[in-house]
């Protein structure tokens, strides 16, 4: 079992920036790829990013690549989501979740967050 807390969300304006933080409850976590996904009223949950259980391999949503970037530390049992240069349509609860092997699907993942709160403002 794996428990994620998520932090880090907020009210920003646009063009502005956040860093996220997912902390696992486990050492295991280490051994998970994890992914962050994020959902808007109205809108079903959707993939921001993912980084493989090393670091060495991750993917992007088209629509924040070159503003997003993932991160992990597996020694503070952490991975993170940086975001820049933030949109108005980046607004949504921000979820990070465990396993998935990098998938961009949300059913491949077996550990989910409670969420954050991601505000940008106009």
């Known amino acids: 079992q794996v428990q994620l807390v998520e932090s880090g969300g907020g009210l920003v304006q646009a063009g502005g920036s956040l860093r996220l933080s997912c902390a696992a409850s486990?050492?295991?976590?280490?051994?998970?790829?994890m992914g962050w996904f994020r959902q808007a009223p109205g809108k079903e949950r959707e993939f921001v990013a993912s980084?493989?259980?090393?670091?060495?391999?991750?993917n992007y949503a088209n629509s924040v690549t070159g503003r997003f970037t993932i991160s992990r530390d597996n020694a503070k049992n952490t991975v993170y989501l940086r975001m820049n240069s933030l949109k108005p349509e980046d607004t949504a609860v921000y979820y990070c979740?465990?396993?998935?092997?990098?998938?961009?699907?949300?059913?491949?993942?077996?550990?989910w967050g409670q969420g954050t709160q991601v505000t940008v403002s106009s």
């Open positions: 980084i493989a259980w090393s670091g060495g391999n991750t």
């Open positions: 979740a465990a396993g998935g092997y990098g998938s961009r699907w949300s059913k491949d993942y077996n550990y």
């Open positions: 486990t050492r295991t976590y280490s051994t998970y790829a």
